[in-house]
Nanobody, 128 residues
Framework: QVQLVESGGGLVQAGGSLRLSCAAS????????MGWFRQAPGKERETVAA????????YYAPFVKGRFTIPRDNAKNTVYLQMNSLKPEDTAVYYC?????????????????????WGQGTQVTVSS
C-alpha cells in the first residue's frame, strides 16, 4: 500500500515555473513507477509525465515536452514535476500516481488505468 500526497500547486503567471512534489509513504517507493496526470474542468484526465522506478525511463506528453521534467528521489520517497514556461492551458488539478514495477522492470506507465494508487491532487492555475 502506498499513500501519496501532492504539494506545490498554486497560481502563477504565464511563462512562470512551479515545482510539484509528491511524497509517498511506505518503504517500497523505489518499487513503483510514478506518473503525473492532470484534469481540467470539463475535460478528461490526461497523462503528463511518467518515470520508471529507477529513473532510467521517462515519458512526456507532447504538450509538455521541453517544458516539464519528472525527477524522482528514491531516498526521499518523492517524485517531482518541474514545470517551466507555463501556459494558461496548463491550468488543471495535477495528480501523482504509483504503479507497481514487477521484477524491477524499467517501464513507465502512460495510461491512468495502469496506476493503482493516487494522490488527492493539487490545483495549478496559470494566468494570462
Amino acid at each position: 500500500q502506498v499513500q501519496l500526497v501532492e504539494s506545490g500547486g498554486g497560481l502563477v503567471q504565464a511563462g512562470g515555473s512551479l515545482r510539484l512534489s509528491c511524497a509517498a509513504s511506505g518503504r517500497t517507493f523505489s518499487s513503483y513507477a510514478m506518473g503525473w496526470f492532470r484534469q481540467a474542468p470539463g475535460k478528461e484526465r490526461e497523462t503528463v509525465a511518467a518515470i520508471s522506478w529507477s529513473g532510467v525511463s521517462t515519458y512526456y506528453a507532447p504538450f509538455v515536452k521541453g517544458r516539464f521534467t519528472i525527477p524522482r528521489d528514491n531516498a526521499k520517497n518523492t517524485v517531482y514535476l518541474q514545470m517551466n514556461s507555463l501556459k494558461p492551458e496548463d491550468t488543471a488539478v495535477y495528480y501523482c500516481a504509483a504503479k507497481p514495477s514487477p521484477g524491477k522492470a524499467n517501464v513507465v506507465g502512460t495510461r491512468a488505468y495502469e496506476y493503482d494508487y493516487w494522490g488527492q491532487g493539487t490545483q495549478v492555475t496559470v494566468s494570462s
